[in-house]
């Protein structure tokens, strides 16, 4: 079997434990994140500045970020819509005026609506706090008074944080509404310093901030229907993929966040004013069932075989991955790759794996689990 020759930095970055922080990394805090370390070392290693490098299960965009930020052409494609909003948010640049105008809306109408919001309508989002739904609701109907569409898309980014803050992991309800208007222009502005840092590396990696958005296409797709029509957009077959796909068995939220008592609320797609309507399974390319299981090999297999088509003949193909049953999945993944046309490389010193320390879906209550153990594959087309 190949071998790749790794240095010490690549197995550092495998095995970051620094929280997911810089660039425009924080505006929202998507399911099964990983260090952008990782991506940004096998990017550096693995790619040169202009050339195209895809990720076909994107998520929140760590990777299509890193990418960019290291002078890449980045195509992503996600089955969620709510990951197609929270990337492109997080990779849209904005001018002096932008942030005039979304810095008045947040100071004005937060001030506002802690004084008084018997002018909000609830919608009546499932399980979402009253104090959290009034304040939202109230940004929201005045954010539509902002006048282009990224900066609206960049108000409901924000309130999307501003929300996740005030339910995720806390073990207290949810803050009044008086604490969720001081926090809310504070929030702005630190998302505004993190896109100012992620056009500045842009800008160091030769991408000019007018540019940023025409480096990357991000689609609002299922990876198996990725097809060679997205090259004469990137410019480029992919020379580089690096993904982090569903992971088998393993039960993930993608698409809702738990509030107190962990109760499932769907009010991300609420927010950011998406299309939602599946359920779990559909995000996570299968259930823990073994039909659902059986299903999610076939997608995978799919979708592999589409993603090849796009890549170079000498491209590389890395991803970090999961599952509920190491010895066995593992070696079943492997022969959906095989399938799909791929070979494995592995390093000089095998395969490389990760732990992943509390695991937030599963360690609160089981401690170590195999889900906790993520493998980094490495195949190149056949």
């Not at 502005?189 to 958005?213: N, P, Q, W």
Request: charged share 20%; with cysteine.
């Amino acid at each position: 079997m190949p071998r790749l020759a790794l240095d010490d930095s690549f197995q550092e970055a495998l095995h970051s434990t620094k929280p997911v922080d810089g660039l425009t990394h924080g505006f929202y805090l998507y399911p099964a994140r990983f260090p952008p370390e990782i991506p940004r070392q096998v990017i550096t290693t693995f790619s040169r500045p202009g050339e195209v490098v895809a990720d076909p299960f994107m998520g929140g965009g760590t990777s299509i970020i890193e990418g960019l930020a290291q002078g890449r052409r980045m195509i992503g494609a996600d089955v969620n819509a709510l990951a197609h909003f929270v990337s492109t948010v997080r990779t849209t640049p904005l001018s002096n005026l932008d942030e005039f105008n979304i810095r008045l809306w947040a100071t004005e109408i937060s001030k506002s609506l802690k004084d008084d919001a018997s002018w909000v309508t609830r919608p009546g989002i499932k399980n979402l706090p009253p104090t959290v739904e009034t304040f939202v609701a109230g940004m929201l109907e005045m954010s539509e008074c902002l006048p282009f569409p990224r900066q609206r898309a960049f108000a409901r980014c924000a309130l999307l944080r501003l929300s996740q803050w005030s339910l995720d992991c806390k073990d207290y309800p949810a803050p009044r509404r008086s604490k969720l208007a001081r926090r809310f222009p504070v929030l702005v502005e630190s998302m505004f310093d993190g896109l100012k840092e992620f056009v500045d590396h842009c800008g160091a990696a030769g991408i000019r901030k007018y540019e940023i958005t025409r480096q990357r296409t991000l689609l609002y797709q299922s990876a198996e229907t990725i097809t060679e029509d997205i090259l004469s957009v990137a410019g480029d077959r992919a020379k580089l993929v690096f993904t982090s796909p569903p992971y088998a068995g393993v039960h993930v939220l993608y698409h809702r966040w738990q509030s107190f008592g962990r109760k499932e609320t769907p009010a991300p797609y609420w927010i950011a004013n998406v299309p939602d309507g599946y359920g779990a399974s559909f995000y996570t390319c299968g259930s823990r069932t073994p039909t659902g299981i059986r299903n999610y090999f076939a997608k995978m297999t799919a979708a592999f075989q589409a993603i090849r088509n796009i890549m170079a003949p000498d491209g590389l193909l890395v991803q970090l991955v999961g599952f509920a049953d190491v010895p066995t999945q593992l070696q079943e993944y492997l022969a959906a790759m095989e399938a799909a046309g791929f070979k494995e490389h592995t390093t000089s010193d095998g395969r490389l794996t990760r732990h992943v320390a509390n695991r937030k879906w599963y360690a609160k209550h089981k401690g170590s689990t195999p889900a906790s153990v993520e493998v980094l594959l490495f195949h190149r087309p056949r």
